[in-house]
């Protein structure tokens, strides 16, 4: 039997997750389930899975998760102090399901245990990049890639050298507004932009995926996981989403992971690795899915991969206020405050403006400027 603890269980990646332990539940010990303030579902699952405690990170939270908990011998905990403590807790994996940077204290907790961490958390390794990675080494912690893309070249690089790579390349869908005239994208609706052709995903990661900001985060995170040089990471329009990335080595071999368009297969292969296990999703029927087309991203609509490639360049702070400033916007589009092509622009402004240090020691430090960055987004939304 193995362990898990699960940071962000009420999410769309909690949610693959624990269907996959539901399918192996001999298999699995479940240690602490948490969420922001989901009570009731946080409540239900630690009951179904049996776990040791559950935590709200929204103190406020607590009295009702302890209600909906009395009786059943699970801990109830919250606040941010108890998500972290609950994340320091021996497991042998650890699920990093928080969206936003909001999850990068309780990653960085699971790391310093020295655990295994399945790490969808893009944000928290773009804000904190060498951060984390040092941290990682120092600690001998196992970071496995949850992010389609990156589990597909974690796959891929497998019983290879890595410096015999010459080119990863990122697959991407382009999103659902992916051929839209720049007058049609001012005029973007949020559901519209949360309607995802291929993936089922949080609110936050599918306006992303719209924006294309998600490549520009899956850049950076690429850059950090496999260090080949960012000029040898580059990305592909893939609509069908049917290869989720490909490792190209120097004797013009290239290699490639397909598969059904389902985050429990990715994070199947994080939670059984080096092993595999089943997954309960249709196998991939190529003949049906007949075609795999390929176009290079247009930057002029979509200029979040510009971005992200030239704050990856920068390094220091910078990956860390493009993700804070795009966290911000984000949530203005949701609210209906600013139109969708706002988003990149805002992100672009918070970036030129913003006095930001070179290099970042600390997980204070990183947790610092995100504060920054996210002020001065806020700042000039109000000033408009
Ligand atoms: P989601 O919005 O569906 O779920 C987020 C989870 O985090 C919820 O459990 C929520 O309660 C919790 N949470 C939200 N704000 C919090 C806060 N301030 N403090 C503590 N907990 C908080 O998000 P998701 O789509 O499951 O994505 C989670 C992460 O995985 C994101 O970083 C995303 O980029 C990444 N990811 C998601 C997918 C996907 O298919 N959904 C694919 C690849 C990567
Ligand atoms: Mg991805």
């Known amino acids: 039997m193995r362990?898990?603890?699960?940071?962000?269980?009420?999410?769309?990646?909690?949610?693959?997750?624990?269907?996959?332990?539901?399918?192996?539940?001999?298999d699995w010990r479940v240690e602490a389930l948490t969420a922001h303030c989901s009570v009731s579902k946080l409540?239900?699952?630690?009951?179904?899975?049996?776990?040791?405690?559950?935590?709200?990170?929204?103190?406020?939270?607590?009295?009702?998760?302890?209600?909906?908990?009395?009786?059943?011998?699970?801990?109830?905990?919250?606040?941010?102090?108890?998500?972290?403590?609950?994340?320091?807790?021996?497991v042998d994996i650890t699920m990093a399901a928080i969206v936003g940077c909001a999850g990068l204290a309780p990653v960085m907790a699971a790391i310093e245990r020295g655990g295994t961490i399945a790490l969808a958390n893009k944000e928290a390794l773009v804000s904190a990049g060498e951060v984390m990675t040092r941290a990682v080494a120092e600690h001998g912690a196992t970071l496995l890639p949850v992010d389609s893309e990156h589990n597909a070249i974690f796959q891929c690089l497998a019983g290879n050298d890595i410096a015999e790579v010459r080119m990863i390349t990122l697959t991407a869908s382009g999103g659902p507004l992916r051929l839209l005239s720049p007058q049609e994208?001012?005029?973007?609706?949020?559901?519209?932009?949360?309607?995802?052709?291929?993936?089922d995903m949080g609110a936050k990661i599918s306006v992303d995926s719209a924006t294309?900001?998600?490549?520009?985060?899956?850049?950076?995170?690429?850059?950090?996981?496999?260090?080949?040089?960012?000029?040898?990471?580059?990305?592909?329009?893939?609509?069908?989403?049917?290869?989720?990335?490909?490792?190209?080595?120097?004797?013009?071999?290239?290699?490639?992971?397909?598969g059904p368009s389902e985050m429990m297969v990715p994070i199947a292969s994080c939670l059984a690795w080096p092993k595999r296990m089943e997954t309960p999703c249709e196998p991939l029927d190529l003949a049906k899915i007949g075609e795999l087309t390929f176009f290079a991203p247009d930057e002029e609509r979509f200029p979040a991969t510009r971005l992200a490639r030239a704050a990856c360049e920068e390094g220091g702070?910078?990956?860390?206020?493009?993700?804070?400033?795009?966290?911000?916007?984000?949530?203005?589009f949701l609210a209906g405050h600013i139109p969708f092509t706002r988003i990149a622009a805002l992100v672009e402004d918070v970036l030129q403006k913003s006095n930001h240090p070179?290099?970042?020691?600390?997980?204070?430090d990183v947790l610092a400027v995100d504060a920054a960055a996210r002020r001065q987004a806020q700042a000039i939304l109000e000033n408009k």
């Open 358 to 364: 070179k290099r970042l020691d600390s997980l204070d």
């Open 317 to 332: 702070a910078t990956p860390a206020v493009l993700n804070a400033a795009n966290e911000i916007a984000v949530g203005a």
């Open 3 to 26: 362990s898990i603890s699960i940071l962000g269980a009420t999410g769309s990646v909690g949610d693959s997750t624990l269907k996959l332990l539901r399918k192996h539940r001999a």
């Open 185 to 199: 994208l001012e005029r973007v609706t949020p559901d519209q932009a949360v309607a995802h052709p291929n993936w």
């Open 43 to 90: 409540a239900d699952l630690a009951r179904e899975f049996d776990a040791k405690i559950a935590v709200v990170s929204d103190e406020a939270c607590l009295p009702a998760l302890r209600e909906a908990l009395s009786g059943s011998g699970i801990e109830a905990a919250g606040g941010r102090a108890a998500l972290i403590e609950a994340a320091k807790r021996p």
């Open 212 to 258: 294309m900001f998600n490549k520009g985060l899956e850049l950076i995170e690429a850059h950090h996981l496999f260090p080949v040089g960012l000029d040898k990471i580059r990305i592909l329009v893939h609509p069908q989403s049917v290869i989720h990335s490909m490792v190209e080595y120097r004797d013009n071999s290239t290699l490639a992971q397909l």
